[in-house]
């Protein structure tokens, strides 16, 4: 709960499978959204994780190329990690608007 404190401000939407400790989240402030999985339950209305799932599944597959990753380095591979994902649909033709 301190990361998500330190980083996510009050009053933010947050959302997240059924796992108990994210029960506290409404505690301070976030108006917590989320989906039990253990229920077969993986879309709940508009509530739902599957895109940040398809991050991390996304994420997890291009850094383990790497073979690890430095602590120090990982905030720096992680954005490019999100930024290659946001654009991967279209990255051929950015890329060669770059070269020509």
Known sequence: MP???CVV???SDIYTDGWKSYDALAVYGYNHKKV???E???V???NHINGVESF???SKRRLAKFNGVPKDRFGIN??????RFNHRKNLE????????
């Not at 033709?93 to 020509?100: G, M, R, V, Y």
């Open 3 to 5: 990361v998500i404190k």
């Open 9 to 11: 401000e009050s009053g």
């Open 36 to 38: 039990k999985h253990t």
């Open 40 to 42: 077969n339950e993986f």
């Open 44 to 46: 709940n209305g508009n």
């Open 56 to 58: 991390w599944s996304w």
């Open 78 to 83: 992680l954005l490019e990690c999100e930024w």
């Open 93 to 100: 033709k950015f890329l060669k608007q770059l070269i020509l």
